[in-house]
């Protein structure tokens, strides 16, 4: 389930980070700097301090386990942030988006909220890096 969706332009120290660090390991956090300039979605923060960076090309459907510090909420959301790659105004290379039964094309600053217990996926024609973090409401 898509719950919102929306654009932010990347700062250039968030994309020379992403570079530096992000890979397909799920695994790399970034910087708290990186949080200065993070999408947000009224009435929910994130769990963690910082969020994964990613750089990949197709992810296929899963749905994540709750990794946050405190007990697993009842309602849960993610952000999914597209830093650059997968998509050029609409022309070009494409990246979609999909979470349950919906999908979205996004380019490079969008961002997209989503339910993570829910399968969810990512199709590109090219690698590209993003950012991803749980939320739980405030």
């Not at 700097?33 to 994964?52: A, R, T």
């Not at 609409?90 to 988006?97: A, R, V």
């Amino acid at each position: 389930m898509i719950f919102n969706t929306g654009h932010l332009k990347p700062e250039k120290f968030q994309l020379h980070e992403a570079r530096a660090k992000a890979d397909e390991s799920f695994c790399n956090c970034s910087s708290a700097e990186f949080m200065s300039n993070f999408p947000v979605f009224d009435g929910w923060k994130p769990e963690n301090e910082s969020p994964i960076l990613l750089k990949l090309k197709n992810v296929e459907p899963h749905s994540d386990p709750w990794v946050g510090r405190s007990k697993e909420p009842r309602a849960r959301r993610a952000i999914f942030w597209l830093l650059e790659g997968g998509g050029q105004n609409g022309f070009g290379y494409k990246l979609i988006f999909g979470c349950g039964a919906k999908h979205i094309k996004m380019v490079p600053g969008d961002f997209v909220v989503f339910n993570d217990r829910i399968d969810h996926w990512v199709m590109s024609e090219k690698l590209w890096r993003g950012a991803a973090i749980q939320l739980v409401t405030i």
